[in-house]
């Protein structure tokens, strides 16, 4: 991956890039997409999301290590997730690689990376991140998405953070 191409995206644009990439693992690894669509849903919400929070709220909820703790939905109040959502993803997560929750909780803390601040210069905690979930990819050999779709996605846009945008655009599973 290029630093200095990956310097120029917005966190909007990071964040699109690292869904690509779990969707890539998704892809690779050959599950069944159709499981997986309620996650994806709520991730791509970054792109779009006028609110932060509402988007760390289900995330957080959703990360394998943090879901997969409780046996039942009573053990936990989840704010976001329903009864039937928390059923479905416990039975999802118990048959599902390592990889997967090395990457959902690794796009949740990209796009937490600069939650309550203003992004300055090139974003460096974020692109930290961006280059943990790439190295991360490359290590397991699963495909890298190309950084060019994601360029138009400028880090001078809304100081830093990028417009918002529909990022199940980019999606490889998603088809609206």
Known sequence: MNLEQMKQISL???VAYGISCFENVLITLEYDLNDWINVLNYLWQFTSTQHLDDWNEIIVELIPENLMEFDTYEEQEFDRLSRDEFVSLSQLYQSTEESIGILLRDIYELGISHAYSVIE???????????????????????????????????????????????????KVIHK
């Open 12 to 14: 909007r644009g990071r």
């Open 121 to 171: 210069g090139y974003g460096e905690s974020s692109l930290i991140l961006v280059h943990r979930i790439a190295d991360y990819m490359l290590q397991h050999s699963f495909p890298l998405p190309n950084v060019g779709s994601f360029l138009k996605y400028a880090i001078e846009e809304n100081r830093g953070w990028g417009n918002r945008f529909d990022g199940t655009a980019l999606s």
